[in-house]
């Protein structure tokens, strides 16, 4: 028989590390789809065009549901402004999030986004959910 994670059980988990976790928030400029066994390593940093890192400090998160029954924490919305284009791949393909070099996840851009010129902007917001999950 496999566990469960029961709902409060979830939001402990999640208030836990919201509260003790710095998470960098990261773009990459490479077309890979993130899957569980995806690393820091699989992605590539996105460069250039005045992009920087931001980090996303304990405590500032919200825990709650995600309207479907599934817990998660999400923290405010983050502006990337680009002074222009990507030395990198020029193409942001989606966004990682890391506690220090271990990757914690990824999501794809629904829209791939290609910085061009001085004050374009990419927004994300930052959502880490347990899931509920199919037991194997």
């Known amino acids: 028989m496999a566990g469960v994670l029961a709902d409060v059980g979830a939001t402990d988990i999640l208030t836990a590390y919201a509260a003790a976790t710095t998470i960098t928030l990261r773009l990459f400029a490479t ?3 993130p899957t ?3 690393t820091n390593a699989s992605f590539t940093e996105a460069a250039g065009g005045g992009y920087a890192a931001k980090t996303l400090t304990a405590g500032s998160w919200t825990i709650g549901d995600d309207g479907g029954g599934i817990k998660q924490m999400a923290y ?3 502006t990337f ?3 222009g284009a990507l030395t990198t791949n020029g ?4 966004y990682e999030l890391l506690n220090g070099t271990t990757l914690i996840g990824a999501e794809l851009l629904a829209t791939p986004f290609t910085p061009a010129s001085n004050g374009d902007q990419l927004k994300i917001t930052p959502v880490i959910k347990l ?6």
């Open 91 to 94: 193409t942001v393909y989606g």
């Open 36 to 38: 569980d066994a995806s």
């Open 31 to 33: 077309n890979v789809t």
């Open 81 to 83: 402004t680009f002074t």
């Open 131 to 136: 899931s509920k999950g199919t037991p194997t």
């Open 76 to 78: 405010a919305q983050q």
